[in-house]
Each structure stands twice: as C-alpha cells, then as structure tokens.
Nanobody, 122 residues
C-alpha cells in the first residue's frame, strides 16, 4: 500500500529525493512520516506531515537540510534531502498514521512501506 523509492549512493554534501507513493485515496487524509534505521541503531523519526501538508515537523538532526512535502492529487509524499552527511546513512521507511496529524512515535503508525537504502559516502 505504501511504496518507497529514490534511495541510493551519494557523496557527502549531495542530495537525494525519496518518494512514498500510496495506492489508496484513503491515505490522502492521513498524517505521514519518514523514519530511518541505521545498522545497530534504533529506528528514529525523521520528518512528519499532516494530511493537508500545512503542518510539518523535523528531527533536529535533519532540520534545515530535509524538506517534506505531499501531493494528495498524485498520492505521493516526498522527502527532499540536501547537504547529506555520512550519518544520514540508513534504511528509510515511510509510514501512514490513521489520523489526520502525525506523531514522532513509530508505534502509532498503522501502515508502513518497505525501506529504501540511503548511503552517504564521506
């Protein structure tokens, strides 16, 4: 139901754009978020967006570098990642909350896409 794409290998300072496509119109009324998990580390919240796209929130570690947006007409949620750092290397997953807003708590999300690998070389 959620399909993530756009990961890859990039040098430090580079950019990538991740996209999360959902196949059901229902997700357009849900808050969405991206989480990431690096090897040996716990999954962490990256960014979230409300159903309308008006409200967004970012982890301190990515604030000012990442931008989250959504296009409900196209059923997509995109994460633009700029000024990437080696510590951004992780598997990134998109998730949908069953409510109009979003939370930083992974357990609150009802739907998850498969991960996409992002690797940033130094």
């Amino acid at each position: 139901q959620l399909q993530a794409s756009g990961g890859g290998l990039v040098q430090a300072g580079g950019s990538l754009r991740l996209s999360c496509a959902h196949s059901e119109r229902l997700f357009s009324s849900y808050g969405m978020a991206w989480f990431r998990q690096a090897p040996g580390k716990e999954r962490e919240f990256v960014a979230g967006i409300s159903w309308s796209g008006v409200n967004t929130f970012y982890a301190d570690s990515v604030k000012g570098r990442f931008t989250l947006s959504r296009d409900n007409a196209k059923n997509t949620v995109d994460l633009q990642m700029n000024s990437l750092k080696p510590e951004d290397t992780a598997v990134y997953c998109c998730a949908a909350d069953g409510h109009r807003s979003f939370t930083v708590v992974a357990a609150s999300y009802d739907y998850w896409g498969q991960g996409t690998q992002v690797t940033v070389s130094s």
